[in-house]
Each structure stands twice: as structure tokens, then as C-alpha cells.
């Protein structure tokens, strides 16, 4: 099931004075760089784990509405669902209560009545806006994988340029993968 990015979160779960604070760099000539890097070890750390750390809305595009009435939701946790759309075959969007469908939180899918909605007239027909992220404030992301974000950012900091592998500079460290082993969403 695809999914697209609709709405970022609003703040990054680490800080760029917690950041630097962890870097101990005292001086403002390097801000953009280190803001930039927190994003991109956010980014890291919600690929790999499948989970999104703070607030953010995604669109899931489906083809067709599973027969067994639950649709798995990824990234998660899940906090809502925003809104549902399905198109006919003309490509008109027709909106679904979202009261359709049962949010399970804790098992990050949305539940339906099988056979209760209609079917979509195109490919990709189906459209779910979702709410997924542990909250809005940097504080509500899990510490291990905040710990992970702080730790990926003095990683590449200190190992900007471009290396060998064979360098020991390109290889993540093995704390941040253990960081993150628990949090990892497993698909078959």
C-alpha cells in the first residue's frame, strides 16, 4: 500500500540546542548543518523503524478494500484517521465518514465492516488520511530512538565528507542499531 507524506511534524524530536549540547559545539557557525543533520537522523530513524516520532499526517492510496475488513497502517503508532476518500470510476472523490472505521491504536490498522463500503471506480481509488506519531512535542518520542537521533547526528557531524567503507567513517554504529532493534515493525 502506498503511502505519501501529506503533513510533516511541526518540530524535530531532537532540539538544535540539545543537539548541539551533545556535540558540544559552542559556536552558531555550524546551526544549519546540525539542524539539517537532526532531520536527516529523524528521517533514518523513522525508515527503519517504520514509525513516525512526533505528529505527522500520511495518505494511504489502496486499490481495493481488504476482504477481511482491517487495513494495516504504516508508519504508526496511529494516533486518527483524518479522512476518507474513494473515487469513482469518472475519478470524482466521494468522502466516507470516518466513523466508519475503528482506529486500533495498539494494533496500528484501521477496522471496517467487510462488504460496508463502496468499492473504488480506478486504481488507487481508496484514499486514507491518517494522524500517526507518538504526539506533538519532542518529549512524547520514545528516548531510546531520540537517544538514536543524537547519536546518528555526532556520527555524521564528525564523519561529513565522503568515505570508505573499509574506513569504519560510512558504517552506522552498532549502538544506534540497537537503539532501534526494538522499535523495528517486522513485515512478511
Given at each position: 500500500m502506498p503511502s505519501r507524506l501529506l503533513t510533516p511534524p511541526s518540530a524535530e524530536p531532537v532540539t538544535l540546542a540539545e543537539a548541539k549540547a551533545f556535540l558540544r559545539v559552542e559556536?552558531?557557525?555550524?546551526?544549519?548543518?546540525?539542524?539539517?543533520?537532526?532531520?536527516?537522523?529523524?528521517?533514518?530513524?523513522?525508515?527503519?523503524?517504520?514509525?513516525?516520532?512526533?505528529?505527522?499526517?500520511w495518505r494511504l492510496t489502496r486499490d481495493a478494500w481488504p476482504i477481511d475488513g482491517r487495513i494495516p497502517v504504516a508508519p504508526s503508532p496511529l494516533q486518527a484517521l483524518a479522512a476518507a476518500r474513494v473515487h469513482d470510476a469518472a475519478g470524482a472523490a466521494h468522502a466516507l465518514d470516518?466513523?466508519?472505521?475503528?482506529?486500533?491504536?495498539?494494533?496500528?490498522q484501521l477496522v471496517f465492516a467487510p462488504g460496508s463500503l463502496p468499492a473504488p471506480g480506478r486504481a488507487a481509488g481508496i484514499e486514507l488520511d491518517i494522524a500517526v506519531g507518538y504526539g506533538d512535542a519532542a518529549a512524547d518520542a520514545p528516548q531510546p530512538l531520540r537517544q538514536a537521533v543524537r547519536m546518528l547526528v555526532a556520527h555524521w557531524y564528525e564523519n561529513r565528507g565522503v568515505a570508505a567503507a573499509e574506513a569504519g567513517a560510512a558504517v552506522l554504529p552498532l549502538s544506534v542499531a540497537a537503539l532501534l532493534a526494538p522499535y523495528r515493525v517486522v513485515t512478511l
Open positions: 559556536h552558531d557557525a555550524d546551526d544549519d548543518v546540525i539542524a539539517t543533520l537532526v532531520t536527516a537522523a529523524r528521517c533514518h530513524v523513522e525508515a527503519q523503524t517504520r514509525r513516525a516520532l512526533l505528529t505527522q499526517v470516518p466513523q466508519v472505521f475503528l482506529v486500533d491504536a495498539a494494533g496500528a
